[in-house]
């Protein structure tokens, strides 16, 4: 057994890494789901998005042929509703909320219908948007990442001139480097960073490292403010014996090289064990099994009412073919030859508080990959004079961190979340600086 690449052939790589929820194929197909909307008033699907689209509304725009209204209606209360149609867990959200679940009935397909409209804007490149003239102020953004965007976007449409500076060498984050490419692909996190940026306004300096290549002081000198928006970090660190063994590699290292390389490219063993069950966990997972691995074990040290995941995105790696086992730990890694041969894992119970105490049993799994999928640290290095909790920076109502004109939001704050929250960060950041700018509430 061993890591290797080029384990299908292309029309394999192609068909296993189509994609999973396929739009609309016809205009009336998408009339006559949009058509069952009750729009309701006071409507629930809105109230359970964290970016507060008007749900009903867009929906109506499309039944009326008013496609162009539907993406303004969505954009306008994210701008990223395009890529979070295809990446949103809308079974916890929007679509969870809708009545018709009420009914037993199947729910509106919200996400379908928010990317039917908003493709169609991005593709054809549907100016819905203008800018204020220029106010004459700068603001400078870190990360061209969902946060970053969204920030630099509200910014620019009230006419000021935004950089942002992103460490990588293309926009949208966790979009582009950090989701299954069955979700969504690195060419459509491409269109829709450019349809954001030409609005105009938005200058992006690619592989700019703040702490490196530009530091927050200078930042501070030369703009009116600075938007902090860098994510989240390292991966977190198992701290077992054998991690340092070939063949272990973290979630989102592996999940950054399927996104970056072809699929042939990408190393994988026969046999692989993911540890965590996150939403990244079930990417690396599902993403193993479609790489050509012959089989895939999730292991979670708690139970099935526990596990970060969605139903949904747990259905998907089952449906992949992935086996779980619940309620085991991680207890070391055997290697043969500096090479991962067996995973040992500790069985756990739950005790009264819910939390995983070990029972003393071992297993071990016979594999030649480990993907580590434990969460991500906190990446606060960059800017070492912020106030920070456990790595997380540190903001108040206002968006604002302890340096005067430096605000912050989006997974830098709350150690990761979705993408849809990254955004609603971004729109209230943009709102704290523009009353910073402008009526010196700081
Ligand atoms: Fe339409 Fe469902 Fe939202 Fe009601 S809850 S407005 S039916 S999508």
Same mark, same amino acid.
């Given at each position: !057994?061993?890591?290797?690449?080029?384990?299908?052939?292309?029309?394999?790589?192609?068909?296993?890494?189509?994609?999973?929820?396929?739009?609309?194929?016809?205009?009336?197909?998408?009339?006559?789901?949009?058509?069952?909307?009750? +729009?309701?008033?006071?409507?629930?699907?809105?109230?359970?998005?964290?970016?507060?689209?008007?749900?009903?509304?867009?929906?109506?725009?499309?039944?009326?042929?008013?496609?162009? *209204?539907?993406?303004?209606? #969505?954009?306008?209360?994210?701008? !990223?509703?395009? *890529?979070?149609?295809?990446?949103?867990?809308?079974?916890?959200?929007?679509?969870?909320?809708?009545?018709?679940?009420?009914? %037993?009935?199947?729910?509106?397909?919200?996400?379908?219908?928010?990317?039917?409209?908003? %493709?169609?804007?991005?593709?054809?490149?549907?100016?819905?948007?203008?800018?204020?003239?220029?106010?004459?102020?700068?603001?400078?953004?870190?990360?061209?990442?969902?946060?970053?965007?969204?920030?630099?976007?509200?910014?620019?449409?009230?006419?000021?001139?935004?950089?942002?500076?992103?460490?990588? &060498?293309? $926009?949208? &984050?966790?979009?582009?480097? $950090?989701?299954?490419?069955?979700?969504?692909?690195?060419?459509?996190?491409?269109?829709?960073?450019?349809?954001?940026?030409?609005? &105009?306004?938005?200058?992006?300096?690619?592989?700019?490292?703040?702490?490196?290549?530009?530091?927050?002081?200078?930042?501070?000198?030369?703009?009116?403010?600075?938007?902090?928006?860098? $994510?989240?970090?390292?991966?977190?660190?198992?701290? #077992?014996?054998?991690?340092?063994?070939?063949?272990?590699?973290?979630?989102?290292? +592996?999940?950054?090289?399927?996104?970056?390389?072809?699929?042939?490219?990408?190393?994988?063993?026969?046999?692989?064990?993911?540890?965590?069950?996150?939403?990244?966990?079930?990417?690396?997972?599902?993403?193993?099994?479609?790489?050509?691995?012959?089989?895939?074990?999730?292991?979670?040290?708690?139970?099935?009412?526990? !596990?970060?995941?969605?139903?949904? %995105?747990?259905?998907?790696?089952?449906?992949?073919?992935?086996?779980?086992?619940?309620?085991?730990?991680?207890?070391?890694?055997? $290697?043969?030859?500096?090479?991962?041969?067996?995973?040992?894992?500790?069985?756990?119970?739950?005790?009264?508080?819910?939390?995983?105490?070990?029972?003393?049993?071992?297993?071990?799994?016979?594999?030649?990959?480990?993907?580590?999928?434990? &969460?991500?640290?906190?990446?606060?290095?960059?800017?070492?004079?912020?106030?920070?909790?456990?790595?997380?920076?540190?903001?108040?109502?206002?968006?604002?961190?302890?340096?005067?004109?430096?605000?912050?939001?989006?997974?830098?704050?709350?150690?990761?979340?979705?993408?849809?929250?990254?955004?609603?960060?971004?729109?209230?950041?943009?709102?704290?600086?523009?009353?910073?700018?402008?009526?010196?509430?700081?």
């Amino acid at each position: !057994m061993a890591l290797r690449n080029n384990r299908l052939t292309n029309e394999e790589y192609d068909e296993h890494f189509s994609d999973i929820h396929p739009p609309f194929e016809t205009h009336n197909a998408a009339l006559v789901e949009a058509n069952r909307c009750l +729009f309701c008033y006071d409507a629930p699907c809105t109230k359970s998005c964290p970016t507060s689209i008007n749900v009903p509304k867009f929906i109506k725009q499309i039944t009326t042929e008013n496609l162009k *209204g539907a993406a303004y209606t #969505i954009f306008s209360a994210n701008i !990223m509703g395009g *890529g979070c149609s295809k990446v949103c867990p809308v079974e916890k959200l929007c679509e969870g909320a809708c009545v018709y679940n009420l009914m %037993e009935e199947a729910p509106i397909p919200i996400a379908k219908l928010q990317r039917y409209a908003t %493709e169609r804007a991005i593709h054809e490149k549907w100016p819905l948007f203008t800018r204020q003239a220029s106010n004459g102020k700068k603001v400078a953004v870190i990360g061209a990442g969902p946060a970053g965007l969204s920030c630099a976007h509200a910014l620019s449409r009230e006419g000021v001139e935004v950089t942002i500076y992103e460490k990588e &060498g293309k $926009g949208g &984050g966790l979009m582009t480097y $950090g989701i299954a490419a069955y979700k969504v692909t690195p060419q459509f996190c491409q269109e829709e960073v450019d349809y954001i940026t030409s609005l &105009g306004g938005i200058h992006v300096l690619y592989n700019m490292q703040l702490g490196k290549d530009v530091l927050l002081e200078t930042l501070q000198q030369e703009y009116d403010a600075v938007y902090l928006a860098f $994510g989240v970090g390292m991966a977190r660190q198992l701290a #077992i014996s054998g991690e340092q063994l070939n063949g272990v590699v973290d979630a989102i290292r +592996f999940i950054y090289e399927i996104r970056t390389k072809g699929y042939p490219e990408v190393p994988v063993g026969e046999s692989v064990a993911v540890i965590g069950l996150g939403m990244t966990a079930i990417d690396a997972a599902t993403q193993a099994m479609r790489l050509g691995a012959k089989e895939v074990t999730l292991v979670y040290r708690r139970t099935e009412a526990e !596990m970060p995941c969605t139903a949904a %995105e747990l259905n998907i790696a089952k449906l992949d073919g992935c086996n779980i086992i619940w309620l085991a730990a991680p207890k070391e890694i055997v $290697g043969e030859n500096g090479h991962v041969k067996t995973l040992v894992c500790e069985v756990m119970r739950l005790d009264e508080r819910k939390l995983p105490v070990g029972t003393g049993e071992l297993i071990s799994l016979n594999v030649d990959m480990v993907i580590k999928a434990t &969460g991500q640290l906190p990446y606060t290095m960059a800017a070492p004079k912020i106030d920070n909790e456990h790595g997380r920076v540190l903001i108040n109502e206002h968006a604002a961190t302890n340096l005067p004109g430096v605000f912050a939001g989006g997974d830098c704050v709350n150690g990761g979340k979705e993408v849809v929250d990254a955004v609603q960060a971004g729109k209230e950041g943009a709102k704290a600086i523009l009353k910073y700018l402008f009526r010196e509430v700081e």
